[in-house]
T-cell receptor, first 118, second 113 residues
Framework: ETGVTQTPRHLVMGMTNKKSLKCEQHLGHNAMYWYKQSAKKPLELMFV???????ENNSVPSRFSPECPNSSHLFLHLHTLQPEDSALYLC?????????????????FGQGTRLTVV | QKEVEQNSGPLSVPEGAIASLNCTYSDRGSQSFFWYRQYSGKSPELIMSIYSNGDKEDGRFTAQLNKASQYVSLLIRDSQPSDSATYLCAVRRPSSNDYKLSFGAGTTVTVRA
């Protein structure tokens, strides 16, 4: 148990559906991340929130919409996805990215949501 | 050029042997380096962090960093079947807004009993 909890663990959705992934961390961290992991490909950084502000959007299509209401919660809203969006979506958190420590912050992952788009 | 490169493997080692994993990175401004272990169907688990040139040991794991050559390695001594997993190298490097954490594709290790 890493202190980062993701729900749901598995999700099957149609291309016209709207769904949301949820991530909650109990580590007192101030930075949260969404990563996408597809088969045989490196982890792809999607979004970074640092002290509730989005600091990274890695050219992610608009059908993925993140929301960070506070430092403990992160959502990924999904709509009109494509079958190629099927992947493992991982949430991670770390200490806030500020000051001299920002380069040394360790990130901890949740269990992931296995998403299948049909 | 990929930001972080690893040999995909699979790397097969007999039980009790040393497994050696290598990782190279492209951005000389990279500041910190991490190794994650990922079992099949599970999420990545942080096992080592290293920030300065040289070796860092933690139990059976040793991380080695050489910033001049832009590589970081992980040695697993006395390999056990439970070490069979994919090992991900991660590098925190400068990005437009801050320091982003980039991952290699991972090296799959199989420890033969």
């Amino acid at each position: 148990e890493t202190g980062v909890t993701q729900t749901p663990r598995h999700l099957v959705m149609g291309m016209t559906n709207k769904k949301s992934l949820k991530c909650e961390q109990h580590l007192g961290h101030n930075a949260m991340y969404w990563y996408k992991q597809s088969a045989k490909k490196p982890l792809e950084l999607m979004f970074v929130y640092n002290f509730k502000e989005q600091t990274e959007n890695n050219s992610v299509p608009s059908r993925f919409s993140p929301e960070c209401p506070n430092s403990s919660h992160l959502f990924l809203h999904l709509h009109t996805l494509q079958p190629e969006d099927s992947a493992l979506y991982l949430c991670a958190s770390s200490q806030g990215l500020q000051g001299a420590r920002r380069t040394r912050t360790e990130a901890f992952f949740g269990q992931g949501t296995r998403l299948t788009v049909v | 050029q990929k930001e972080v490169e690893q040999n995909s493997g699979p790397l097969s080692v007999p039980e009790g042997a040393i497994a050696s994993l290598n990782c190279t990175y492209s951005d000389r401004g990279s500041q910190s380096f991490f190794w994650y272990r990922q079992y099949s169907g599970k999420s990545p688990e942080l096992i080592m962090s290293i920030y300065s040139n040289g070796d860092k040991e933690d139990g059976r794991f040793t991380a080695q960093l050489n910033k001049a050559s832009q590589y970081v390695s992980l040695l697993i001594r006395d390999s056990q079947p439970s070490d069979s997993a994919t090992y991900l190298c991660a590098v925190r490097r400068p990005s437009s807004n801050d320091y982003k954490l980039s991952f290699g594709a991972g090296t799959t290790v199989t420890v033969r009993a």
